[in-house]
């Protein structure tokens, strides 16, 4: 069996100055075929609501929803480490659920880190669970379960107070536990300054160059998501087409009869 990577071999990555490489997955053929493809982590992300579950934005998705595409990607994956997102209102209430919910993501998800987003104001959180031997991710800068607050998906840190926060808010995570943190949408040079002072990994999208590793959403570099096309994503290819014509060939055959065939048929 292979070796499943752990928090501390992704620590060591950016000791030695390797990049990190991180992508999120909500089923089991795609955990299988990045898995095979050799990526460190994968996320089971809530971008799950907008890219799977055709939600507006993360802010529906449930627990429960986690916990069955966490399964799935564990299932299909052998040496990623799995990282699941903790969803909307699962940790922010207090202390308490906020561990119960990070437990369920490991125990019935098979999770071996959870992620949530914050800062300075989340600290307290991220140190109650690591204090349970749970794993945590921070998530700092655009965190899109606040976008009513950031009155939508803008980029944060151009201003000089908001700058400071954001840096103030990495130290706060890092000082709180969290193994690695996710810097999203932030000016590049704040992403420098943030992962030269840090002694955990930073994890950049749309934050420039200077991160220890880089994250996307797997529907995005493949062309199958066209309700948004961020900056900071490159598509690598563009899959969408081909099913889409895959599913027009077997209409068309099923119409005119060319499929089944006898050789499509038991005897």
Excluded: W
């Amino acid at each position: 069996m292979k070796k499943r990577k752990t928090i501390l071999d992704i620590g060591q990555l950016k000791q030695q100055g390797e990049k990190i490489t991180v992508l999120t997955a909500y089923d089991y053929p795609f955990a299988k075929l990045m898995d095979a493809a050799g990526i460190d982590m994968i996320l089971v992300g809530d971008s799950v609501g907008s890219v799977v579950s055709g939600y507006e934005n993360t802010l529906p998705v449930t627990l429960d929803e986690m916990i069955y595409h966490c399964r799935a990607v564990v299932r299909g994956s052998e040496q990623a480490l799995v990282i699941a997102d903790m969803p909307f209102m699962s940790y922010q209430i207090d202390v308490r659920d906020a561990r119960l919910n990070a437990g369920r993501l490991i125990k019935e998800g098979g999770a071996q880190a959870v992620k949530l987003e914050g800062g300075e104001h989340m600290a307290e959180t991220i140190r109650a669970i690591v204090d349970i031997d749970i794993p945590v991710a921070g998530h700092i800068g655009l965190t899109p379960q606040s976008i009513h607050r950031m009155g939508g998906f803008k980029v944060q840190g151009r201003q000089e107070e908001q700058a400071r926060q954001i840096l103030a808010d990495a130290r706060a995570v890092e000082e709180a536990g969290a193994f690695c943190v996710v810097l999203e949408g932030i000016p590049c040079d704040l992403a420098k300054e943030i992962t030269d002072s840090l002694s955990i990994p930073t994890i950049g999208i749309g934050a420039g160059v200077d991160c220890d590793g880089q994250v996307l959403v797997i529907h995005d570099i493949l062309g199958l998501c066209d309700k948004y096309s961020p900056k900071f994503v490159k598509r690598y290819a563009d899959v969408s087409e081909t099913i889409s014509a895959g599913i027009s060939d077997y209409i068309s055959e099923v119409r005119s009869g060319a499929f089944p065939t006898i050789d499509h048929s038991f005897k």
